[in-house]
């Protein structure tokens, strides 16, 4: 550090700012802590966001003023001002407080002092460490024949190494993997689908069933045909809509945090740091985790993107192949409690279409129950017992509706 009267108005600037900023982070990580005594985790949150910010700035600060070196020199400058602050510094802080009746302060001084001792120690075994890691890798730096002699064998191996193949492969597998699960997710629109396409259905059948005479038998067909038509188009439509919205405030959020990004990265940095912190690394490892996922723009919008809004920079949502499969789902599933109609009467067609529905619907379950690993006998119960519900309900309203009207 230069001092005294070679300091440029910069360079005393510099100095300023960082002691600035340094007073700032600290103060405001003060008063994080003191939101959270409070129960404001929202409070804190925002405290410190902007510490970190603020730390980001005064870290330029002292880069520009060529205050970080090698980690030697650092390591030596630190251990210098330990040790100043250890034997002179504090003990003068400790005496100019007790001699102005201030214990409180003189008690936090002497902590400071301990702790300052405790990091002189730290400080010092970390610098011998370094210089015998330093020493032993300039001896164990290869000779040039030793590379040439490498190199040699490499191209003398076309074979690729196993571990590269390996390498290619794991990528290959993650980039597939993504787009599995997406698949897998529309899972949800086939069970969704074709349970209301089973349980409406037979609902409206076993309905329009217990009220028809014998002479209007045919309504049964026309109404669940007619239901069926109609609930698929409008399961299509509801899914087209819905997974469109999903979409379009997926792209605008990923548009906002691109934004961000461009125009505030000291502050999006600080973001980052803080959401490794919550997972569980100290602010050093988090600060340094960061500093490297920053240095690829796009791996530092999609970190922020899934670790910040818990969203992926890949839209995997497909809102026409969402609509197809609601609707395909639908129609299909309602064609089970209908056929019986098209081959009996509706006496004997009714406790079939029940039957048969029922064993879709448990089907349904089992199925739902083997991808998603749990127990596909459960699973079958609890829809099917859905359906029983419904068709019971459904038949009971077929049945008092024109008793109530004659």
Do not use: C
């Not at 064993?359 to 699973?379: D, N």
Request: proline fraction near 3%; charge should be negative.
């Amino acid at each position: 550090m230069t001092t005294g009267s070679s300091l440029s108005r910069t360079d005393r600037n510099l100095w300023n700012a960082i002691v600035t900023e340094s007073v700032a982070n600290v103060k405001y990580q003060a008063f994080a802590q003191q939101a959270l005594i409070e129960g404001h985790p929202e409070i804190a949150q925002i405290f410190q966001e902007v510490a970190g910010a603020e730390n980001i700035h005064g870290i330029n600060h002292l880069r520009v003023a060529g205050d970080v070196k090698s980690s030697v020199e650092n390591l030596r400058s630190v251990i210098a001002g330990e040790a100043e602050e250890a034997a002179r510094v504090y003990p003068q802080m400790i005496q100019a407080a007790l001699d102005e009746g201030r214990r409180d302060a003189a008690d936090t001084f002497r902590m400071a002092m301990d702790r300052e001792q405790h990091h002189l120690n730290m400080f010092e075994t970390a610098l011998q460490q370094l210089e015998q890691k330093l020493s032993e890798q300039t001896l164990s730096q290869p000779t040039l024949a030793q590379v040439q002699q490498a190199e040699a064998a490499t191209r003398s191996n076309p074979v690729e190494p196993f571990v590269n193949r390996r390498s290619w492969a794991s990528t290959e597998e993650v980039d597939t993997e993504r787009w599995r699960i997406a698949a897998s997710a529309r899972v949800r629109e086939v069970v969704f689908g074709a349970q209301d396409g089973l349980v409406s259905t037979l609902a409206l059948v076993t309905a329009v069933a217990a009220a028809v005479t014998a002479e209007n038998e045919s309504f049964v067909l026309v109404a669940g045909l007619a239901g069926a038509l109609a609930g698929m188009i409008s399961m299509a439509t509801g899914a087209f809509l819905g997974s469109r919205a999903e979409v379009d405030l997926q792209r605008a959020e990923i548009e906002k945090e691109a934004r961000e990004l461009e125009e505030h990265p000291a502050e999006e940095l600080a973001e980052l740091v803080s959401l490794y912190q919550r997972e569980g690394l100290s602010l050093r490892e988090a600060r340094g985790l960061a500093d490297k996922v920053s240095e690829d723009k796009d791996l530092w919008l999609r970190t922020l993107l899934e670790k910040e809004l818990g969203i992926s920079p890949e839209i995997t949502s497909n809102p026409y192949k969402d609509a197809l499969t609601m609707g395909g789902a639908f129609v299909v599933a309602a064609f089970v409690p209908i056929m019986p109609y098209f081959f009996l009467d509706v006496s004997a067609a009714l406790p079939v279409s029940i039957a048969v529905t029922l064993a879709g619907l448990y089907a349904l379950g089992m199925w739902k129950g083997r991808l998603v690993k749990k127990s596909p006998w459960i699973q079958g119960v609890e829809i099917m017992v859905i359906g029983s519900v419904a068709a019971a309900l459904s038949f009971g309203i077929g049945e008092g509706i024109p008793r109530i009207f004659g």
